[in-house]
């Protein structure tokens, strides 16, 4: 059983299919960037996320520029403003 200090709230912008999606894709992230690519301050890396305005992508953008990488992205050029905003170097349609 899960304790109250374990548990946050849903934030009312997003349904409950979001809500479900989140932890999945940030612990795929977490994964790539920390498990698989072993990032690490102050290292010189560059990420280069596929679909960077998806789920997993979104959060591998987030988490690299949190250790300082950076980030060129690839999105669809309805996203790519989205990408931008996620804090990329750079980004790709």
């Known amino acids: 059983m899960a304790r109250p200090a374990e548990l946050a709230l849903k934030p009312r912008s997003l349904d409950k299919v979001q809500v479900a999606e989140v932890p999945i894709s940030a612990l795929t992230a977490w994964q790539a960037v920390f498990e698989r690519a ?12 596929r679909g960077a305005a998806g789920g997993a992508g979104s959060f591998v953008v987030e988490l690299a520029r949190w250790r300082g990488a950076d980030v060129i992205g690839t999105a669809s050029a309805n996203d790519l403003d989205f990408v931008r905003e996620l804090g990329t170097d750079e980004v790709l349609d």
Not at 41 to 47: L, P, Q, S
């Open 38 to 49: 072993r990032l690490a301050r102050g290292w010189t890396r560059r990420a280069d996320p």
